[in-house]
């Protein structure tokens, strides 16, 4: 099945420095290691509670890392891709001749 | 602590001991050494993270405008769209962790301003009723014939106190279950299923048609997961060794090996990834060792070895498979954003297993007999374990937790792997004969505190009680050289000893209960006798049966680190 494509590269080109500035606020401007783990097991009381949450709190925050980083990953992957598309676009356009309709 | 001094605190708690309360002294120092400022100082770096991802997911916005004006291709967008949603999710669940832990710090600091006016009011109302601070309070109030009010006034302290605590104990489970969700969760799906729906668009739009988001479920290069391709060296160095052996015309090494590779097809069945971590051979003068972990360990959160009991080996391990994944599940089921790995670990020479890869003959079996009456087999394993860690630690990521289970003597095992400095971060010992002669009390362990060893031991379980471990001696010392004198612990301590000090988990048998004879009868069926005790319970003293119910639900919050829902009851 043929399909038209509207493309605009320059606005593509774009969207890539966008997602290329998103990429970096999520990964942040400093190194992503967070700060060393202050809490130790009893920390916080000496019941198993108070040691769920020291357990826990110290794993969720080098997920929400985690995920920060794996976002500005993908994300500057997308950029990347993006760019690529732009380009290969850019080109395809130059090679075909423009066809009276 | 006080004004007073010290000398105020050890009077009233002096007094709380003859009165036969709580020392309220004690409660007070507990709730003052909470670290509120860590806390608050943790989830400080939260509160950055959340706003990195507000703002990624802001600036993600003004990518929309700008693709649908440049691409009439709609697929971009939405890739797009799903990573500003995941990353607004994300942030949701960091944001309730932040509040939450907000909330929490400021109880925890109010609850040490209100302990030290508590502090301060029981020593005004002391000196009010007349005490001389520097004298003994219970004493004085005797001898003064003021005990009724002295009573009054350190019996509320300690209610006071208790209640304060009680509310930091609530406040500290709201916290629990904020943090039981994964942050992880919507991000990760995307990258499994999602990410490259911008790279077929980019892909597909050159002359291809119209490309649209990929099959929900379909793989990516884009992964989340830290890759196979970290462990695919050892992994596919056991394996081939694996596929040796299965050519092997040595009968011990080829069965070994036709077990463990039955057991890899039932642990792949389980719906996970399986890899074969550990893989000796079996010789002459070994039953083998191996080790198959279900699900990939280096992107576990939370990785579970299991070591089994007498009676296995790795040419039965297929059997191992089921307890393996009924844990993973359970685990699952608990902890649904967390990855856990579960490893059957069949990794050290278990007495009364098939001797050797083979099927028994009447030596190997009386050699295997005799070892189960004493603890060498599973300090050797416990050494073997320890070692094996270490390695599953370097294929793991570093914020992975570890824990070792052990079921029988497989219990006495990983306890000799703990005693030996295994890293983990928390130790289960289940239907334990003995926590091995390396050990006395939880004290002995030198990396796991006692508050994360976790005991138990059905009362239905006659293994788990000490008789078996004088039946063991006299019957040991009967089949084997005598020692001098019988040694009434020979398989080590009973962990579910109140002296030893572990987490006894309280939780109900799903078998029935089993009537046990352990009389000793002549010496010709000793070994008989023996051999049906620990054969032949099969009402309580089943790995299936700790690996169900209750107590497979309390394991999996152990393996998920959820301690505030493992029901705990006095040591024996």
Redesign the interface.
């Known amino acids: ?12 080109r ?2 890539a420095d ?2 290329d ?3 970096a ?4 401007r400093a190194s992503p290691e ?2 060393v ?3 130790t ?13 020291v ?14 980083v ?6 500057t ?2 950029a990347g ?2 760019r ?2 732009a380009a ?2 850019a080109t ?1 356009e130059t090679a075909v001749p423009v066809q009276p309709r | 602590m006080t004004p007073a001094g010290i000398g105020l605190d050890r009077s009233i708690s002096l007094a709380a001991q003859r009165l036969g309360i709580e020392d309220p002294i004690v409660i007070a120092q ?2 003052l050494d ?2 509120v ?3 608050d ?3 400080s ?2 509160a ?3 706003v ?2 507000f ?3 802001d ?2 916005a ?2 929309d405008p ?2 649908a ?5 709609p697929a ?1 967008r939405l ?2 769209t799903d ?1 500003r949603d ?2 607004t999710a ?1 942030r949701q ?2 944001g309730v ?1 932040v509040d939450a ?1 907000d909330q ?1 710090g400021s109880v ?1 600091r109010q609850t040490r301003t209100l302990v030290d006016g508590e502090l301060i009011d029981a020593q005004a109302a002391l000196i009010g009723a007349g005490w001389p601070p520097g004298q003994d309070l219970f004493s004085w109030a005797v001898d003064s014939g003021r005990l009724e009010p002295i009573v009054t006034i350190v019996t509320g302290l300690t209610g006071r106190l208790t209640e304060l605590r009680i509310r ?2 609530r406040s ?2 709201d ?2 279950m904020a ?2 969700a ?3 969760d919507r ?2 799906a ?2 499994v299923g999602g ?1 490259a729906a ?2 077929s ?2 892909t597909g ?3 291809v ?2 490309a649209g988001p990929r099959p929900p479920g379909a793989a990516s290069a ?1 992964s ?1 997961s830290a890759g196979s391709g970290h462990l695919n060296g050892v992994d596919q160095t056991n394996l081939d060794r694996l596929a040796i052996d299965l050519q092997s015309t040595d009968l011990a090494t080829q069965l070994m090996a036709r077990g463990v590779q039955a057991a890899l097809h039932k642990a792949a069945a389980s719906g996970d990834v399986a890899q074969l971590l550990v893989y000796e051979s079996a010789t002459s003068a070994s039953q083998g060792r191996a080790a198959i972990g279900i699900g990939e360990i280096s992107a576990a ?1 939370n990785i579970a070895v299991l070591a089994p009991g007498i009676g296995n080996a790795p040419v039965t391990m297929a059997d191992g498979i089921v307890t393996a994944v009924a844990l993973r599940d359970a685990a699952h089921q608990r902890s649904p954003g967390d990855k856990t790995t579960v490893v059957a670990w069949y990794g050290y020479d278990m007495p009364l297993g098939v001797i050797n890869g083979i099927p028994e003959n009447p030596i190997s079996t009386i050699e295997s007999l005799t070892s189960v009456f004493d603890d060498a087999k599973a300090q050797e394993g416990g050494q073997r374990l320890a070692t094996d860690l270490e390695q599953f630690r370097q294929w793991a990521p570093d ?1 992975a ?1 570890f824990i070792a289970a052990g079921f029988s003597m497989g219990s006495t095992t990983v306890s000799a792997a703990a005693a030996r400095g295994a890293k983990l ?1 928390d130790l289960i010992l289940m239907a334990s004969p003995g926590a091995s002669d390396l050990v006395e009390t939880v004290a002995d362990y030198p990396v796991v ?1 006692g ?2 060893v976790f005991v138990t031991s059905f009362d239905e379980d006659p293994i788990t009680l000490s008789v078996s471990d004088v039946t063991a001696t006299v019957l040991g010392n009967l089949i084997r050289p005598l020692p001098s004198l019988p040694d009434f612990s020979p398989l080590g301590p009973d962990p579910a000893g109140n002296d030893f000090g572990g987490q006894l988990v309280d939780v109900l048998s799903s078998g029935p209960d089993v009537s046990v004879d352990l009389g000793v009868g002549p010496f010709g069926s000793l070994a008989d006798a023996m051999t049906n005790e620990l054969l032949d319970l099969q009402g309580n003293h089943q790995e299936s049966n700790y690996y169900s119910g209750q107590s497979l639900d309390a394991t999996a919050a152990v393996v998920t ?4 829902d ?1 029901p ?1 009851k006095p040591g024996r």
């Open positions: 099945m043929a399909v038209d494509l509207a493309v605009d590269t320059d606005l593509l774009q969207a966008v997602l500035e998103a990429s606020l999520f990964h942040g967070v700060a783990f202050p809490l097991d009893a920390s916080l009381g000496n019941s198993a509670v108070a040691r769920e949450v357990a826990a709190a110290g794993r969720r925050v080098a997920q929400a890392i985690e995920s920060t794996l976002l500005a990953t993908l994300i992957d997308d891709k993006l690529s598309a290969a676009f395809a | 507990e709730l909470v670290d400022d860590g806390l100082q943790w989830f770096e939260a950055r993270i959340a990195r991802l703002q990624g997911a600036r993600l003004e990518v700008l693709l004006a440049g691409w009439s291709n971009p890739a797009v990573q995941a990353a994300s669940v960091v962790q832990a929490t925890l930091n104990e500290l489970a916290l629990a943090l039981r994964d942050p992880r991000v990760e995307l990258a990410a911008l790279g668009a980019a739009a050159m002359g048609g119209p884009g989340a959160d914020t937790r971060d505190p508050e994360h680190g959820q301690y505030a493992i705990i």
